[in-house]
């Protein structure tokens, strides 16, 4: 009965993640180690799902080498893109302009 009630709490806490072809998402690197730096990300990406399987598997497509590969639904997380940065309407300020040697104020 204990284990019952245990399990019952366990599948209620567990949250289901539900991906759908054409969704970005990131891959856990399971292979990267401590190693190779703390601070690295463990996650590469972003992939585009191809196929959804039953029981977890996702198909993915990596776009640079137009590969496909299959992983577990676990290893994988939504890929959140931000706003693109626009570049051609940038304006480049300096925030220490050289105080001309007339300028009362720079001495």
């Given at each position: 009965?204990?284990?019952q009630?245990?399990k019952r709490?366990?599948?209620?806490?567990?949250?289901?993640?539900?991906?759908?072809?054409g969704?970005?998402?990131l891959?856990f690197?399971?292979?990267?180690?401590l190693?190779?730096?703390?601070?690295?990300?463990?996650?590469?990406?972003?992939?585009?799902?191809t196929?959804?399987?039953?029981?977890g598997?996702?198909?993915?497509k990596?776009?640079?080498?137009n590969?496909?590969?299959?992983?577990?639904g676990h290893?994988i997380?939504?890929f959140?893109?931000?706003p693109?940065?626009i570049?051609?309407?940038?304006e480049?300020i300096?925030?220490?302009?050289?105080?001309?040697?007339?300028?009362?104020a720079?001495h």
């Amino acid at each position: 009965i204990y284990k019952q009630k245990i399990k019952r709490f366990h599948d209620q806490q567990i949250l289901r993640k539900e991906f759908r072809v054409g969704q970005k998402v990131l891959l856990f690197n399971s292979r990267l180690k401590l190693i190779a730096g703390k601070l690295r990300s463990r996650w590469d990406g972003p992939f585009v799902i191809t196929n959804v399987f039953p029981h977890g598997a996702v198909q993915l497509k990596d776009e640079h080498s137009n590969s496909t590969f299959q992983v577990n639904g676990h290893q994988i997380k939504p890929f959140h893109e931000g706003p693109t940065p626009i570049t051609h309407d940038m304006e480049i300020i300096s925030l220490m302009e050289p105080a001309s040697p007339d300028d009362p104020a720079s001495h």
